[in-house]
């Protein structure tokens, strides 16, 4: 058996943390067992699906480095297929016509509420013929539900979960406009696509119990389950802005890595003994399902800056260069660095990168200490205070040792400034300080003899220059 999992987001909005680490497992799964995944984007909810928030999700798809096989399905274009498996179910007796207005099943409510009951559709037309409605009447096409017994799902995850059919009502499957229900089109399109593993939340769990009498209505194989908790907030509570519930695009624009991201998203819920960084390779040879918690997993925005800081200095710096030249159009000030990084400024921050990257937990942060390598910046108020208490003085007084080093240098200078330190009585942070609010415009930056080399002596010199007194 090939195994093939699916993710399948509505478009309703972006795609949140809770789908991204969705797509994640069944990903991870699918690549674990040689199987499938497939993306299919559940539009049924025609007021509120759009194009824009399709966009989104693909984007935010392929941002965070899943793939899927074959072509991405849209539910919608398939409603002629649900309609007439509807039809068929009419046909073998396991679904029938309700003819119920409006006006009955808000009487339902309303007495199943004042009665303190579940709102239930109560059956009325379930042995009914059809020739008791008024001709031309509209009608829903309602299961015709077990009501003894028992439906159970054995869930990889949850473990055995019990439904009493009492308690599971006649569902609709088509509205009376003839439009199918969420409940049926999932069923038929995880059927005719051969979807073996259904992983998705366990807000899902009791739509499971109804899905698996459709697919038993039709005589369909019913998939595994795997229903996966929810990501509660750092305190506990349910997951909120404040906490970082936030579109997988607005990670990107603050500048996290997709691969830190992977591995933060894969720790919620699942784990490998202490293991706490893993590379996609090792993410797919490890996961299983049955190593999924049932426990809702707690989203901690310090974490996953840790997680990210990690890979920060770990990833080899082409692949940190290439994230960050893709974040560009989407972090603050990313598009306007953008515009100055030509070879020459690029040049610069290869050079500069291996500094620049130890002291930034995300992108965003790199960008901004990167800054003074792409222009001359305004001195912050710190970088001015050194100035102005005797730093541009030691910077007039430094001018001549760098002007005349015979190599422009990181060594070289650091060596040369030493020895004009000595000779001069002053300590080196005295001199180390004005240098890099002169070069950079801030007090913290790489080693600065690193950023010397990296500016250049022309460049270096005009810096100084423009600062000392």
């Keep these: 058996m090939t195994v093939v999992t699916r993710f399948a987001p509505s478009p309703t909005g972006f795609l949140h943390i809770g789908g991204g680490r969705t797509a994640l497992f069944n990903w991870l799964y699918a690549r674990k067992t040689g199987g499938k995944m497939l993306l299919r984007i559940e539009d049924t909810d025609r007021q509120r699906s759009t194009e824009a928030a ?34 068929d179910m009419l046909a073998k007796g396991t679904a029938y016509k309700c003819f119920a207005t409006a006006e009955e099943l808000e009487a339902m409510r309303e007495a199943a509420t004042a009665e303190g009951r579940p709102p239930r559709y109560d059956g009325r037309w379930r042995d009914r013929p059809a020739s008791d409605a008024p001709p031309g009447a509209p009608y829903a096409v309602r299961l015709k539900a077990r009501q003894d017994g028992e439906t159970i799902v054995e869930d990889t995850v949850q473990g055995r979960v019990v439904f009493p059919n009492k308690d599971l009502d006649d569902l609709v499957l088509l509205r009376s406009d003839g439009t199918p229900t969420y409940m049926l089109a999932v069923v038929v399109d995880d059927h005719d696509m051969a979807v073996t593993h259904v992983v998705r939340g366990v807000d899902h769990l009791t739509n499971a119990a109804r899905q698996t009498q459709i697919y038993e209505a039709n005589g369909w194989d019913v998939p595994v389950f795997a229903h996966i908790p929810l990501i509660h907030g750092s305190d506990g509570a349910k997951l909120s802005k404040r906490h970082g519930a936030l579109g997988v695009d607005a990670y990107r624009a603050m500048g996290y890595l997709p691969a830190a991201l992977r591995n933060y998203l894969a720790r919620l819920s699942w784990s490998h003994g202490d293991q706490e960084f893993f590379s996609d390779a090792e993410m797919v040879s490890l996961f299983t399902l049955e190593a999924i918690g049932k426990s809702a997993a707690r989203f901690d925005m310090a974490k996953l800056d840790s997680v990210n800081g990690h890979y920060m200095r770990t990833l080899p710096a082409a692949d940190i260069l290439e994230a960050f030249e893709a974040a560009l159009p989407f972090m603050p000030g990313g598009p306007a660095f953008q515009d100055k990084l030509d070879e020459s400024a690029k040049a610069r921050l290869v050079a500069a990168l291996p500094g620049l990257r130890e002291r930034a937990k995300t992108l965003v942060e790199l960008l901004e200490s990167a800054r003074f390598l792409v222009e001359r910046l305004e001195l912050d108020d710190k970088a001015r205070k050194i100035l102005d208490e005797g730093g541009r003085e030691r910077l007039a007084a430094v001018m001549t040792t760098l002007r005349t080093a015979p190599e422009f240098t990181a060594p070289a200078l650091e060596e040369a400034v030493k020895a004009f330190a000595e000779t001069s009585g ?20 790489p080693p600065i003899f690193d950023v010397l080399e990296v500016l250049g002596r022309e460049e270096s010199l005009a810096r100084i220059g423009a600062n000392s007194g």
């Design 426 to 445: 002053t300590k080196l942070g005295q001199i180390a300080q004005p240098l890099r609010a002169a070069l950079t415009g801030r007090t913290t930056s």
């Design 54 to 87: 399709i966009e989104a999700i693909i984007d935010g798809m392929r941002w965070l480095g899943f793939t899927w096989d074959g072509e991405v399905v849209y539910q919608f274009a398939r409603a002629g297929r649900h309609a007439e498996v509807a039809h």
